[in-house]
């Protein structure tokens, strides 16, 4: 099973910027990808942005396309969401996984390989 650990979550103001990093340690193939899902209360988890492991390919929700960006450190296995222009309704618990992106692609997705997450709220 793979392990996901998130980090660099907070509180930012409307119009801020946060950086988010998943870190991937264990088995993986070059099927794989990693991708970033966010879970506000009260809501489901939604997908936000997907990276191939090779990082040639990359898919975004609607809502967050044109603001937040997704990519992928190759020499430690690394992912990172840069979100730009963050609104009220960013906020939510962000979630890193990993797994075959055919698998993260559904909705829901289906996958074990999934880290414990980290807040992002913005708020003024």
């Known amino acids: 099973q793979v392990r996901l650990v998130e980090s660099g979550g907070g509180l930012v103001q409307p119009g801020g910027s946060l950086r988010l990093s998943c870190e991937a340690s264990?088995?993986?193939?070059?099927?794989?990808?990693m991708g970033w899902f966010r879970q506000a209360p009260g809501k489901e988890r939604e997908f936000v942005a997907l990276?191939?492991?090779?990082?040639?390919?990359?898919y975004y929700a609607g809502a967050v396309k044109g603001r937040f960006t997704i990519s992928k450190d190759s020499a430690d296995n690394t992912a990172y969401l840069q979100m730009n222009m963050l609104k009220p309704e960013d906020t939510a618990k962000y979630y890193c996984?990993?797994?075959?992106?055919?698998?993260?692609?559904?909705?829901?997705?289906?996958?074990?390989?999934w880290g414990r997450g980290t807040q992002v709220t913005v708020s003024a």
């Open positions: 990276i191939s492991w090779s990082g040639g390919s990359t």
């Open positions: 264990g088995p993986t193939n070059k099927e794989y990808g």
């Open positions: 996984a990993a797994d075959q992106v055919k698998q993260l692609l559904l909705r829901p997705p289906i996958t074990d390989n």
